[in-house]
């Protein structure tokens, strides 16, 4: 049977609790024992996919093609290892498998209820991840304690707790320490009040995490505040996460205070030595010192870093596999479309053009391919990203004027980027894309093929639309080699251009599968290239 570790949070949310987690996880394996982490978000939609990345942050996407929270792409990052469909329930995911139950007649005239329809649901996806394969099971719960929507989670956790037993889970709950400036000290009462609102609902937590801002202190007399007041048993299982110069360091910032211990002496699991001597080794690289690479993401969710993490991450852990750091800035496209592609990205060694869905800011994406293939910048297409220097090769060297996505004009002359005869008359707005992993042949002599290394590979998709094969030999002709194909539906998967030193764009999404000590071979290659070719220009 498998252990749980049950990480909530309250005070505010951003707290890192997804960081926390996935930190954990690493430590545990680093300890040899095998985990897998689960993300249960309270909101009601039934999964990301529909939410605005500037409100939500990024959709990540996992091999087997659902739409996830992006704590999920974190914990890949982190555990090094794919995650499947149990690994993100949401309440509209959880209702809708009642309410697809309650109308097949499996309730048999009972009232349903929260408790215990909803709770024994939730606690069945919960069980979902129990394997004799797993020692571990981390559940993190989105939102704040003492949400309105969060509530039947924290029961539902409060009842398998019950079932569990004692030695089987352990409960972490993470908080905000604010620093007040005027008073000079950190102020532990919003943690006080946070651990109140979590036992009202009969959970205890055994560890606290005090999130703090960089360089603020945490004192022994204010943990033993903390551990006397949230009924903990010994100040040690206060925990102090500070912010940090780079996530990959949260790891070692825990363990030192000794969370990976403590949370196998409590799970009474018989683990080994830690050893987080590779780990430490990858980390300390993002904190040394090392020259810059300057890298623009032309996209339109300019607020929110959030919104581009698996592409951001991406990006620094290709940097930090040529020895250099990324100094990425997110460039909005429609400032492009108002001042010119030149202004705004002359001073990049690279970019990167993300994906994306609607024609907001499409126009200035546009015209960063055509400045960026005219100009010999190194460009990355991710999807959207592809989709636009196809629409721009079209209109500006094939002669297809007015060409574009019917995603962005229904009735254009000349529809390069089409959606997919298949999915032209589906209403529901969500899972109905092309998802997940899909598999794609790379043409010899390629650069793809250089850079992979190999001829065949297999990278995750989310998208309506596709190039239009219709197309594919004029292209051809003018110049645009396509170096990656689908075989069973003989879809175009990746650009290139021969006279270009690195103009290279996918269908998929390669950012999904970037790990801090894997970097993925497309971004490895653009920042290669970008730093190659940062003198001549
Ligand atoms: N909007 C485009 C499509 O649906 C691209 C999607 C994306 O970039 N993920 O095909």
Known sequence: MSKYVFVTGGVVSSLGKGITAASLGRLLIERGLRVTIQKLDPYINVDPGTMNPAQHGEVFVTEDGIETDLDIGHYERFLDKNFDKNCNYTSGKIYSNIIAKERKGEYLGATIQVVPHVTSEIKAMMRNCDSPDIDVVIVEVGGTVGDMEGMA??????????????????????????????????????????????????????????????????????????????????????????????????????????????????LKLDAGELDLSKWQEMASLYVSDLPTVNIAIVGKYTEVLDSYISVIEAIKHAAISNKYRAKISIVSSEDIEMMGAKDILKNFDGVVVPGGFGSRGIEGKI?????????????????????????????????LGGANSTEFEENTQHPVIDIMPEQRDIEDKGATMRLGAYNCHLEDNSLARRLYGMPDIKERHRHRYEFNNEYRERFARAGMTFSGINPEKDLVEIVEYEDHPFFIASQFHPEFKSRPNKPHPLFVGLIRQAIASKPKR
Not at 164 to 172: A, P, S, T, V
Not at 173 to 197: D, F, I, N
Not at 367 to 389: D, N, W
């Open 367 to 399: 015209s960063t391919a055509q400045y960026c293939r005219e100009s010999k910048v190194p460009y990355l297409g991710l999807c959207l990203g592809m989709q636009i220097a196809v629409i721009e090769f079209a209109r500006n060297v094939v002669g």
């Open 153 to 266: 989670f924290l029961e539902a956790i409060r009842q398998f707790e019950r079932e569990l037993k004692e030695g089987n889970y352990c409960h972490i709950h993470c908080t905000l320490v604010p620093y007040l400036e005027c008073a000079g000290e950190v102020k532990t009462k919003p943690t006080q009040h946070s651990v109140k609102e979590l036992t009202s609902m009969g959970l205890n937590p055994d560890i606290v995490v005090c999130r703090t801002g960089k360089n603020v202190e945490l004192t022994p007399q204010q943990k033993k505040k903390i551990a006397m007041f949230c009924n903990l048993e010994s100040d040690a299982h206060v925990i102090h996460n500070p912010d940090c110069e780079t996530i990959y360091e949260v790891p070692s910032v825990i363990s030192k205070q000794g969370l990976d211990r403590i949370v196998c002496d409590i």
